[in-house]
């Protein structure tokens, strides 16, 4: 085994996303739902349609999953500003929802 490298390592600044790239991303997942058949108005979608806004206008991160009553699905959601890091969604499925 080597020894470990004492030297001092610069750290980069992260770089964030910007409000236009926020808003591409969240039109790309709002599009993929709605192509599910997950519309706005129903209960657990609007909840993250609130967190989209939040995320495109203020840059909040979140990170968590929504129920969706009635279609046996939950909305596994991953909102970074980080600009390495893809936003993401998915569909879980759950018997008991």
Same mark, same amino acid.
């Given at each position: 085994?080597?020894? %470990?490298? *004492?030297?001092? *390592?610069?750290?980069?600044?992260?770089?964030?996303?910007?409000?236009?790239?926020?808003?591409?991303?969240?039109? %790309?997942?709002?599009?993929?739902?709605?192509? +599910?058949?997950?519309?706005?108005?129903?209960?657990?979608?609007?909840?993250?349609?609130? %967190?989209?806004?939040?995320?495109?206008?203020?840059?909040?991160?979140?990170?968590?999953?929504?129920?969706?009553?009635?279609?046996?699905?939950?909305?596994?959601?991953? +909102?970074?500003?980080?600009?390495?890091?893809?936003?993401?969604?998915? +569909?879980?499925?759950?018997?008991?929802?």
């Amino acid at each position: 085994m080597g020894k %470990k490298s *004492r030297r001092i *390592r610069e750290k980069k600044a992260k770089e964030y996303k910007t409000r236009e790239e926020r808003k591409r991303e969240m039109e %790309k997942i709002k599009e993929q739902l709605t192509s +599910l058949g997950l519309v706005e108005s129903m209960e657990g979608v609007d909840e993250f349609y609130r %967190k989209a806004e939040g995320f495109v206008e203020r840059s909040e991160c979140w990170t968590g999953k929504i129920k969706i009553p009635g279609s046996k699905r939950i909305l596994s959601v991953i +909102l970074t500003a980080d600009k390495k890091k893809e936003c993401i969604s998915a +569909l879980l499925y759950d018997k008991n929802i």
